[in-house]
């Protein structure tokens, strides 16, 4: 993945999380790449990716299961279009 210095990284790497969950890649209750795995897989520092998460958290696109991971919500496509929106 290649960042634009135009948008921070996080939001970049939300971007990038959303498209996967929109093409399908990542389904509902799937469980997404770990911070750490995430991390390496961009090459950004593990602190940018827990960002990332937390705010698609409180956006409702996935949901964290303390100690085993973080994974897709149930209604991840309707809140992503909605986040797309603002």
Known sequence: MEF???KAIYL???EY???????GKWKTDDKVPSVRELAVELEVNPNTVMRTYELLQNKNIITNKRGIGFFVADDAITQVKAYRKT
């Open 12 to 14: 970049q790497i939300a």
């Open 17 to 23: 999380v959303c498209e996967h969950i929109l093409l």
């Open 4 to 6: 634009r210095d135009n």
